[in-house]
């Protein structure tokens, strides 16, 4: 990890080295957390947040399903985010918030725990790969299910979910895919261990809806509204597996991968196996508004 200057902690910037909590605390045992992932990014107008109000939302709700009651406001969380970030002087990040049970009594019983939070800056890259946003990666279809919505609440992105997700990215690394994608236990596609996915068939767009048991990622709304006004016809539909095999294109979004291009699905190469016009149109909106390049009119990056 390559480390960084300051971390934020229940309303403290604290030296990297010295944001530690204690072995016996609730999260390390049941996975009682949950989680963003944003990006800031450097343009020549200086540095933005892309959809920080979004991601700072979502944490909120993940929070309150799990029934943590956040001791700071989601504006003060915002001014926190950003500070952060100025203090870290990256040029650009991605950046971590946790907010999870700490120290108090062992037990499942999670009440007992006080609700911590955190905000950390990563100098994460490609997360596939800069070679594979640019010419494809190859995805596996996982024999591990996507967890269904009477198991785990699924519009939580809580730490303890991922552990199936885990699950089907070691089974992927470990078979040589870059990748793996889990179906509902109907068998249709839902999604990939950290990312959204997509297909392009006959010019159009489809992704999985929600029902699919996803994470509805805030990357996946916004390649949504480019193509809408791209005059791209996008749908939310259930993709069997085999749509992935006959599909024209396949890309995956997601924070961390932003809109990266699948090549091959167990083996069977997309379209003509290299990333298509599609996907490199919407790869290119998506870049013009992060990189500064293009007019940012839907508000999505927020100074900082
Ligand atoms: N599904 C899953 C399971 C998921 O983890 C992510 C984000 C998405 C979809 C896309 O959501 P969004 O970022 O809002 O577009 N995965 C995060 C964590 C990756 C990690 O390894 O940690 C991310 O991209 O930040």
């Not at 920080?52 to 929070?63: C, D, G, I, Q």
């Not at 805030?218 to 597996?241: C, F, N, W």
């Not at 167990?266 to 599609?278: R, S, W």
């Amino acid at each position: 990890m390559n480390e960084g200057k300051l971390i934020w902690m229940d309303g403290e910037m604290v030296p990297w080295r010295d944001a530690k909590i204690h072995v016996l605390s609730h999260v390390v045992h049941y996975g009682s957390s949950v989680f963003e992932g944003t990006r800031s990014y450097k343009t020549s107008k200086g540095s933005f947040c892309f959809r920080l109000a979004e991601h700072v939302k979502r944490l909120f709700f993940s929070a309150k399903i799990y029934r943590m009651e956040i001791s700071h406001s989601p504006e003060e969380i915002t001014e926190a985010t950003k500070k952060v970030v100025r203090e870290n002087e990256l040029e650009a990040c991605y950046i971590r918030h946790l907010v999870f049970r700490g120290y108090g009594e062992l037990g499942v019983n999670p009440l007992t725990c006080p609700v911590r939070v955190m905000i950390a800056t990563l100098d994460w890259g490609a997360y596939l790969g800069e070679e594979g946003k640019r010419d494809g990666i190859d995805i596996c279809v996982s024999s591990w299910q996507r967890l269904a919505h009477d198991t785990m609440p699924l519009l939580s992105k809580a730490g303890g979910h991922y552990l199936n997700n885990q699950l089907i990215k070691l089974e992927a690394t470990q078979n040589g895919y870059a990748e793996g994608v889990a179906l509902t236990s109907s068998g249709f596609v839902a999604e990939g261990s950290g990312e959204n996915i997509f297909i392009v068939k006959e010019g159009g767009l489809i992704t999985p809806p929600s029902a699919a048991g996803l994470l509805p990622g805030i990357t996946r709304h916004s390649v949504i509204k480019l193509a809408k006004d791209e005059g791209i016809k996008t749908s939310r539909q259930m993709i069997p597996r085999e749509g992935l095999y006959i599909a024209d294109e396949v890309f995956l979004t997601g924070t961390a991968a932003e809109v990266t291009p699948v090549r091959s699905v167990d083996g069977i190469a997309v379209g003509d196996g290299k990333p298509g016009p599609v996907t490199k149109r919407l790869q290119d909106r998506f870049e013009g508004i992060i990189s500064g390049r293009d007019e940012d009119k839907y508000g999505w990056m927020e100074p900082v």
